[in-house]
């Protein structure tokens, strides 16, 4: 049996870097830059005003109260026509040009109109308001390294720079449910030893949020040919096959029997739980993760192996899931060949993270899986877990916890 971190270097090890292209930032969410990001002009690209005000010499409003010529307005999107010199101003808005000649902005809160003039009420400091040409950016920056993946916030900087990112393409993965007992999730009966198929929506849900594209090649039952069409399709226009089910020791348990006769198994089991009975191998160069049939074990396994293989395949420097150390809440007996992966809710209390079991830790339950905030990751060789330990986190959400009523105090 393989340990878990042999396993994750072996896939990671045979995962290729997808073929580069250039997105609109449109198209660009969650994947991973190909080549540095360098800015090809300053950002702001101009000095400008950072409030509704008007624009002038600071040496004319060290003290107040003054009155200073109006010359003209500067709306955002427009240009001043005209240069601010001592004694007069330009009335400019947020975001518009500073004026010629101006190195000041007094906000509109401190003045009072009048005609063809205005009066400052309150002495303003030179410098005032003014957000300068590259005060963000400077031409030739490097703004983001290639590696980095792209957020909402990265994908708004791209945007200010006029750059449409050169990144890897996004990943096709395959996704096929295995088992004759396995109906569709939208079946409204089910007849004696049906259940419906829960891998699929969680696997999809997951590659969703990841930024891979899904082809879904459905719930394909216990049949060796059925099976083998379906791989040799995901084989040919996928870049990683994703099954469930079909691994562990059963006579019935044909992924690993199919791919080794279609393809190549580097490994089938792994010491860890859930998700043990986790196949590694290939179908025609397609690597195939061969995920336990229980959902529980699907998530640990896509989180372990999947997830950061397809980030890997990307491009992202970072493949790993954030981790941090909490506190057990209570006592655990856990198995101590294994990394044990519990699912635990957290609470912060005083400073500190707690953690507790969400519910029921059988590879089956995804009630509690679905309560859970995070993997409590237990090394092996540890076998107990005592109140007050420390306990490696690894967080696979980011929720909103907090309620209205909570917040905003009625
Ligand atoms: P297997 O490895 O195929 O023997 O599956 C292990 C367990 O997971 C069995 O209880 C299966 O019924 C269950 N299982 C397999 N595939 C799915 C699925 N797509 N959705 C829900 N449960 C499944
Ligand atoms: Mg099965």
Not at 67 to 73: F, S, W
Not at 316 to 327: L, M, T
Request: aromatic fraction near 4%; include cysteine.
């Amino acid at each position: 049996m393989r340990s878990l971190e042999k396993a994750q270097q072996d896939v990671l090890a045979a995962v290729a870097l997808l073929p580069e292209t250039r997105v609109a930032v449109w198209e660009a969410t969650g994947l991973g830059l190909a080549a540095p990001v360098v800015a090809p002009h300053d950002v702001p690209p101009f000095t400008n005003s950072a409030m509704d005000g008007y624009a002038v010499l600071g040496s004319d409003v060290g003290s107040a109260p003054v009155e200073l010529q109006l010359l003209e307005d500067v709306p955002a999107g427009h240009v001043a026509r005209q240069e601010v010199r001592a004694g007069a101003a330009i009335k400019i808005m947020t975001g518009a040009p500073l004026p010629d000649g101006a190195d000041t902005v007094v906000k509109v809160e401190d003045t009072e109109p009048m005609p063809d003039a205005v009066r400052i009420l309150a002495a303003t400091p030179t410098g005032m308001a003014v957000r300068p040409a590259g005060g963000d950016l400077k031409t030739g920056d490097l703004v983001f390294e290639a590696g980095e993946r792209l957020t909402p916030p990265h994908l708004a900087v791209l945007a200010s720079l006029g750059i449409s990112p050169t990144v890897h393409r996004r990943p096709v993965v395959a996704v096929l449910s295995t088992g004759d007992e396995v109906l569709s999730p939208e079946t409204t009966r089910l007849g004696p030893g049906q259940i419906r198929d829960t891998n699929r929506p969680l696997l999809q849900a997951m590659l969703d949020e990841l930024g891979a594209q899904v082809l879904d090649l459905g719930i394909v039952g216990d049949d060796e040919y059925l099976l083998r069409d379906a791989l040799e399709r995901g084989a040919a226009e996928a870049d990683m096959i994703l099954t469930s089910g079909g691994v562990s020791m059963g006579e019935y348990d044909l992924v690993k029997i199919v791919l080794r006769r279609l393809g190549t198994i580097e490994f089938w089991k792994v010491a860890m739980k859930p998700a043990k009975p986790f196949a590694f191998g290939h179908v025609e160069g397609t690597p195939l993760l061969g995920l336990p049939g229980n959902p529980v074990s699907v998530m640990v396994a896509f989180e372990q192996f999947a997830r950061p293989a397809l980030l890997q395949m990307m491009g992202c420097r970072s493949i790993f899931r954030a981790r941090s150390v909490a506190k057990a809440a209570e006592k655990w007996r856990t198995d101590s060949a294994k990394v044990v992966f519990t699912r635990v809710v957290c609470e912060l209390e005083g400073g500190v993270t707690w953690c507790r079991s969400s519910g029921g830790q059988s590879s089956n339950v995804l009630s509690a899986l679905a309560r859970a905030d995070a993997f409590a990751v237990i090394p092996v060789g540890t076998g107990r877990v005592e109140i007050g330990d420390p306990v490696d986190i690894e967080w696979f959400r980011s929720p909103e916890t907090r309620t209205a009523a909570e917040v905003l105090h009625g």
